[in-house]
């Protein structure tokens, strides 16, 4: 297989993908960021002033190139939110999520619950097309569960409705998260279509980013938990393809890492809250350190970001 440097994104996770994670993603080598999913309805009717809306959809003038991902079954509000999304300037692309599997959202018809509606699909698709000159992504699955897999199909009306490129994650919406992602799947699509598609599911090391894209053929690659405590994957997958070595960070690249982020959190959100949110990044930056548990045990008691800097500094700079 010819060795070619993948477009490597970073996926979309809501409560994880804020421009302070993006940001650190893009400087390890992310070419492209999307925002944390945002309900088109929500976007155009919440006060202006909800600190929920402003701060999923808040960019940094530091950061890699960052699409917008909305999701919502109305193409009405799809196109408008797509239209004000374009005005504003800030981001790159409008990406439709159509893969999302939690119930409060394919409940009310939206995410993943679109493959079931190709129809709908289409003409949230066809909406938001006319609604921007920015490049237009939708978010897929392989389908609904097992017996309905239709990721060919769909892609093909997507394209035909003039979807730019295609993410797509290789499992249905019954498998949620578990068990492995189909990847021939993706191949099929890739071959189906004539727009580029961004492979992904499962590429927790660099090895799989280059396994991917040797199964599917595809065009690029999306990480989401693979960056979790862990945006070196990024830079790890651009020297594995250009044949430079891969290397692991080292304990005190973790600690300065960690705490950069931490404090860019504090700036951004304030302290209370930046220390709250932060636990959960904390614990993947440890995760698979002997010691972890109790560590963690202890920052996820410490109201303040100088007593958790200094239970980390303790931990990662022992030796
Ligand atoms: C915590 C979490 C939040 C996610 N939020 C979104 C989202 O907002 N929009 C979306 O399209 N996908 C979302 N996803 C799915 C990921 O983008 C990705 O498709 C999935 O995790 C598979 O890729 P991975 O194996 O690299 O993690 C989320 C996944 C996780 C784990």
Known sequence: MEQRIPRLTLAPMAGISDWPFRLLCGEQGADETVTEMISAQGYLTAPKDSRAYRYIMETHSAEKPVAA???GHDPAYIAEAARQI????????????????APKVTGGGSGSALMKTPQLAASIVRAARLATQLPLSVKMRIGWDEHSINAVPFAQMLEAEGADFLTVHGRTRAQ????????DQIALVKKAVRIPVIANGDVFQA????AILDTTGCDGVAVGRGALGNPWLFQQIKRLFDGTEVSMPTRQEVLALALRHARMMVAWKGERHAVVEMR??????LKGMRGAAQVRSRINTLPGLAEVE??????????
């Open 69 to 71: 991902q909305l999701f």
């Open 86 to 101: 374009t005005d504003s300037g800030l981001y790159c692309g409008i990406d439709i999520n159509m893969g999302c599997p």
């Open 176 to 183: 949620q998260y578990a068990g492995k992602a189909d990847w």
């Open 207 to 210: 090895e799989a980013a280059r």
């Open 280 to 285: 959960k990044h904390f614990a993947w930056y």
């Open 310 to 319: 200094q239970v980390l500094t303790d931990f990662l700079c022992a030796d």
